[in-house]
């Protein structure tokens, strides 16, 4: 195919406005824990999906600059936690850089020795399948080792730049009014 039937490149996507526009697409908040040789490690994603079922994968996607993701791909097992609606505190303190994430949480290990964090909805103990590119994210497959849920619990959820779906639905400032 010559360059001429390709016809022009596509435009460049604004990605203040990807943000915004995707941003209406409601997700559930997961913080990725893990035991490193020096302590328990873990950060925020809110990019996690179930993958496959047969084998049992699950699918997540940490930022390329995060100093958090090296060192749970070094430790090689991990688990997702599905944050409950009360645990926005949680989401946001495992966002944080430089600070102890742990400081004031509470948690028992997985089976496979991975934090899990108390009062979760779902926790998903999982090891490192396979990475790969995902632009400014790395996009990180897990095989599911073992995995847990409380039905009675609601799960956090993020929609438009806010907690909960009334919130960001509420907010004037989060709606651009």
């Known amino acids: 195919m010559s360059a001429d039937a390709a016809g022009p490149p596509p435009q460049v996507v604004d990605p203040r406005l990807m943000r915004d526009v995707l ?4 997700s559930g908040v997961t913080v990725v824990t893990a035991m490193a040789s020096d302590g328990p490690v873990g950060f925020t994603c809110q990019s996690f999906s179930s993958l496959s ?7 997540f996607a940490p ?9 749970l791909r070094e430790a090689g097992r991990f688990c997702v936690n599905v944050l409950a609606e009360e645990q ?19 948690w028992t290990p997985s089976p496979h020795g991975s934090p ?22 790395t996009i ?25 779906l009334q919130a960001a639905l509420l907010d004037p400032e989060v709606r651009g009014d």
């Open 23 to 26: 941003g209406h697409f409601v």
């Open 88 to 106: 926005s505190h949680l989401s946001r303190q495992f966002a944080r850089s430089g600070a102890d994430k742990y400081a004031g949480v509470a």
């Open 63 to 71: 930022a390329r600059t995060s100093r958090t993701w090296p060192r």
């Open 140 to 164: 990180v497959v897990a095989r599911v080792l073992d995995l847990g849920a409380d039905a009675a619990r609601t799960p956090l959820l993020f929609h438009r730049g806010a907690y909960g």
């Open 116 to 137: 899990v964090l108390d009062d979760v909805v779902a926790w998903i103990d999982s090891e490192l399948w396979a990475e790969y590119d995902g632009g400014d994210h």
């Open 53 to 59: 079922l047969d084998p049992p994968l699950v699918a």
